[in-house]
Structures are given as structure tokens and as C-alpha cells.
Nanobody, 126 residues
Framework: QVQLVESGGGLVQAGDSLRLSCKAS????????MGWFRQAPGKEREFVAA????????YYTDSVKGRFTISRDNAKNTVYLQMNSLKPEDTAGYYC???????????????????WGQGTQVTVSS
């Protein structure tokens, strides 16, 4: 199994920045991709960004391109989500996820992931 622990959320104003972290432990050698999802109250969980553990290929949803950057530090088993120019619509619980599947079509669907963190809240005030 893989355990994931997120940190870094908080309350910020529109235009501010935050960096989320997700530390993985356990069978980290099995990780192929790590992703970030978010879920606002009353809405479905939506894909934000993903990164291949080896190689570093990145994927983003259109609404965060140019504002968010996903990166990883393999030595620390940690993935980061740098969020700049935050908007009130970015307010949500942010969840880190991992998958060992190398054959997923897009890595943008929650069902493609095997393990999830407990989430960290990001609130952006206007």
C-alpha cells in the first residue's frame, strides 16, 4: 500500500499563492503517476494536475494552466502543487492521489487512482 499525506492548505486572498505538498510512504516504488484533485461542496471531484513519477511528464486541467505547477522530488517521495494567482473558484478540498497503472488513458479520472490522501482545504477569498 501507499500512504499519502497532504499539507499546505489555508485561507488566502485572491491573487495570492500557496504550495501544497503530498508526501508518499509505503510501497512508493509502485507509483507511476501522482495527481492532484479538488472537490468543492456539492460538486464532483475534479482533476487538477498529474505528474509521472519517472520522467516528470505533467498534465493539467485547462482552468489551472499557466497558474499551477506540479512537480516532484523523488528523493523525498513528495509531490508539490504550486498555485499562483489564486481565484475564489479555486476554493476546494485538495486531494493527492497515486496510481501504479501505466496504461491509463489520461490520468484525469479518479477511478484511475489507487490511493488517496485525506485532503487539505484551500479557501480563496475575494
Amino acid at each position: 500500500q501507499v500512504q499519502l499525506v497532504e499539507s499546505g492548505g489555508g485561507l488566502v486572498q485572491a491573487g495570492d499563492s500557496l504550495r501544497l505538498s503530498c508526501k508518499a510512504s509505503g510501497r512508493t516504488f509502485s507509483i507511476y503517476v501522482m495527481g492532484w484533485f479538488r472537490q468543492a461542496p456539492g460538486k464532483e471531484r475534479e482533476f487538477v494536475a498529474a505528474i509521472r513519477w519517472s520522467g516528470g511528464n505533467t498534465y493539467y486541467t485547462d482552468s489551472v494552466k499557466g497558474r499551477f505547477t506540479i512537480s516532484r522530488d523523488n528523493a523525498k517521495n513528495t509531490v508539490y502543487l504550486q498555485m499562483n494567482s489564486l481565484k475564489p473558484e479555486d476554493t476546494a478540498g485538495y486531494y493527492c492521489a497515486s496510481t501504479g497503472r501505466s496504461y491509463a488513458s489520461s490520468y484525469s479520472q479518479p477511478l484511475e487512482y489507487d490511493y488517496w490522501g485525506q485532503g487539505t482545504q484551500v479557501t480563496v477569498s475575494s
